[in-house]
């Protein structure tokens, strides 16, 4: 793969030389060049973001509970993070997190998958931050709802399953973090809907359990 992007570089440079040094140049077709060269780059950047993802996640292990908390039990964020994050450097990934109130009683975390090819996806969740567990002064709270929507957003994105997941520390009913595979058909209707701007790409992956076909496959067929 990369010494396809790299024959392609190169060959993308001899046209941009030869078009520099052609007389008279028409500096609309250059702009045209660059503009293709970019959508290039970046359809490829889903190709490979899409490609060693599908190898990583199948190096992502069922995390066991750890902690418990009034009558239930779960995993703390830095236990998942000490988990995946050796596998995502591996495999050239890295998360992030983000935080904003742009409604009073609520909290909105978005967690951020960047590749090295530059290609991102992001998964996101809205809690509430009003009297979410007894005892808790409003800061606590917002802190709390903040680090649940971190653990939810990162084993959405990433597709981790944790054992015995009945926690829900009093910010949403009934979560889960395992998600239905997607038949062929409704994947043809996603694509559509991702190319026409009605959903994007993270949110059918955060919401499905895709085969490495189906991911190769919106790599390859969804437009940027």
């Known amino acids: 793969m990369n010494e396809l992007v790299t024959t392609q570089d190169n ?22 060049m660059l503009a293709m060269q970019k959508e290039v780059m970046a359809q490829q950047a889903i190709i490979d973001f899409n490609n060693d993802f599908s190898v990583m996640s199948r190096k992502i292990p069922v995390i066991s509970h750890t902690k ?6 779960y995993t ?3 236990d998942i993070v000490n ?22 009683g609520f909290v909105t975390v978005t967690c951020q998958l960047r590749h090295k090819g530059g290609h991102m996806i992001e998964n996101a969740l809205t809690l509430p931050t009003e009297a979410v567990t007894k005892g808790m002064n ?7 709802a903040i680090s649940y929507g971190k653990r939810y957003t990162l084993c959405g994105i990433l597709n981790i399953a944790t054992t015995a997941d009945d926690d829900n520390n009093g910010f949403a009913t009934n979560a889960k973090t395992t998600k239905p595979p997607i038949d062929d058909e409704r994947l043809t209707k996603a694509i559509e809907s991702i190319n026409s701007k009605a959903t994007t790409v993270s949110k059918v992956t955060s919401s499905f359990t895709l085969t490495d076909e189906q991911l190769i496959r919106i790599g390859k067929e969804v437009t940027v």
């Open 138 to 144: 409003p800061m606590q709270a917002i802190g709390g």
């Open 83 to 104: 988990i995946v994050r050796p596998i995502l450097s591996e495999h050239g990934f890295s998360v992030s997190f983000n935080n904003e109130q742009l409604e009073k």
């Open 76 to 78: 703390p964020l830095e």
């Open 11 to 32: 060959g993308f440079l001899q046209l941009m030389q030869q078009a520099l040094t052609t007389p008279n140049m028409d500096m609309s077709v250059l702009k045209d």
């Open 68 to 73: 418990k908390s009034y009558s239930t039990t």
